[in-house]
């Protein structure tokens, strides 16, 4: 079978490329044939939270998914081969040398990093490298370059610590006209679910229930000093919401959240749309925002 | 009278020269108490001057597990502003009793059986 992907994700609407992603997932489940492919035409233009959770799904899918791929920008930010590995270079400095060549772009290529922690300095030098990369591009000042390394760097130690993936993986792209950027960072790992059900006097046995406890700040690790663990997805949402008014955006398994100033919900999908995995979209508006600073959000 | 000043020998780590200027990471805590550790010093001063920003998740591992627990008297210097804020905010740990029921709120949740109806609800939202 083939999925023929011809569309134009406008930019100002932040979940129209969740959508598109939700009308392919439903094509794949209501096809017979185990091997699907699909087709993504030259016009396409495609948003990160199209991408990660595209990426995600073919990871966990119980059918083979084969790109045909026609188009040239999902070449550049390497979308068909998983995304650039961080690791398979020689050296973080490499690495950085070869972000370079996207130092003009208005995105970054899906970054696929590894989750193992022995590449934990390379790791988060070459996550400071992006993010000192996006900054300066984007010619941020340093009260939002914080917002954004804290809700990143959240996101990611969340990969590290909860989600049993070995890759996680960060795809950004940015609107200088519009002064907003667009970041999907996500794992393959065991969902939000799967981490709460390895604590021993779990209570929660569905991925909404998961997710709603996740937002609430209910850390998985049942230590004896937990009352300072949980704070993670909490300040960042608020961080990025009511100081920054940006958008928030979680998948997880079967369950989706979505929060900004004016909407606050929990998603329950069709139980025949899982993602193996978790998937944080956000949006960061960088304008008007000169009395943000990142240290007043912190509890 | 003779005076015998006896001091303890103080190792002086300049966190940023070994982690860089950002903190973060759980993990990258762990290892730096490690390498410590490796010194085998009575007291170890850690110099934040070349710190420009750190996650909470950093500073909570870094004070519960490091400076709470370690067996060396651990001093920190030239600590920036904000990174002192992360510090006592953590040290203040805010108590949480971890509820194990999440209160209903009906309107917060929806549930749906078709990807249309979801597609249909996600073009009524404003985002």
Known sequence: MKIDVKISIPDDDFLFGLQEVLKIIECINQCDENEVTIVFHEKTFVTPIFILPLLVYEKGCNKKLIYDNKNSYLNTICFSNGGLKSDSFDSPMRFSEKMKSYSKKTFIPIINFSTDNEFTTERNMILTAIENMI?????????????????????????IEHSESERGYIFGQFYPKKKFLDICIADNG???????RKMPSNVYTDDLSAMQAA?????TKNLSAAENRGFGIVTSKKMLIDGLNGYYVMLSGSALHLKNRKVDKYLLLPAHIKWQGTIIAIRIPYVDNNNFRYIDFVE | MTYICIMKSK???DIAEYM???LKSRYAVRDFREWVENFHESVIEIDFKGVNFATRSFIDEFYRTFLKNADIDIELVNVPEDIQAMFDAVKSGKKKTNSKTIADNDNAVLKFSSVSDVNDYLNSLAF
């Open chain 1, 135 to 159: 900054a300066s591009r984007l010619n941020l000042r340093h009260n939002i370059t914080y917002g954004l390394k804290y809700i990143v760097e959240e996101c990611v130690d969340n990969i």
């Open chain 1, 190 to 196: 065991i969902t939000l679910l799967g981490s709460y």
């Open chain 1, 215 to 219: 937002n609430r700040g209910i850390s």
């Open chain 2, 11 to 13: 190792k002086i780590i």
């Open chain 2, 20 to 22: 860089g200027c950002d």
